[in-house]
C-alpha cells in the first residue's frame, strides 16, 4: 500500500474533503448546523484535515497555484482549533455554505 503523502495525495484528499462538506451541507440551515452536534463535529474536522492537508502542500505547489488561498485556508484550522469552545457557528456555517463551494470550483478550475 502506497502511503506517500505527497502533493498529490494532499490535493486528492483536500477535494475529496471539499467535495464531502460540500455534499453534507446541501439544505442545511443555520439552525439544524447548531442543534445537530455530530454534523457540526464532522464540519469541523473536515475544516480541519483540510487546513492539516494544505500545509503538507510543498512551497513550490503553492507557489504554482497562486489563486487558491493557501494561507487562509490553514489560518481557519488554527481559529477552529484554538477557539474550539468559541467558535462563532455563523461565520462556521458562511464558510461551509459559501466559501467551501467556491474554493471548489476554483481548485477544480486551477488544477485541471
Known amino acids: 500500500m502506497d502511503n506517500v503523502k505527497?502533493?498529490?495525495y494532499c490535493i486528492r484528499k483536500i477535494q475529496e474533503d471539499l467535495t464531502f462538506i460540500?455534499?453534507?451541507?446541501?439544505?442545511?440551515d443555520i439552525g439544524e448546523l447548531s442543534t445537530f452536534e455530530?454534523?457540526?463535529?464532522?464540519?469541523?474536522?473536515r475544516l480541519?484535515?483540510?487546513?492539516?492537508?494544505?500545509?503538507?502542500?510543498s512551497e513550490e505547489y503553492k507557489a504554482?497555484?497562486?489563486t487558491i488561498p493557501w494561507t487562509a485556508i490553514y489560518g481557519l484550522r488554527n481559529r477552529i482549533v484554538?477557539?474550539?469552545?468559541?467558535?462563532?457557528?455563523?461565520?462556521?456555517f458562511d464558510t461551509l455554505k459559501n466559501d467551501i463551494p467556491e474554493l471548489l470550483?476554483?481548485?477544480?478550475?486551477?488544477?485541471?
Open 22 to 28: 460540500v455534499r453534507q451541507m446541501k439544505g442545511v
Open 82 to 92: 484554538h477557539d474550539y469552545g468559541s467558535v462563532d457557528l455563523t461565520i462556521v
Open 38 to 45: 455530530l454534523l457540526q463535529d464532522s464540519m469541523l474536522f
Open 6 to 8: 505527497n502533493d498529490s
Open 105 to 112: 470550483a476554483l481548485m477544480e478550475k486551477e488544477l485541471q
Open 48 to 57: 480541519i484535515q483540510i487546513s492539516e492537508n494544505t500545509k503538507r502542500l
Open 64 to 66: 504554482n497555484h497562486k
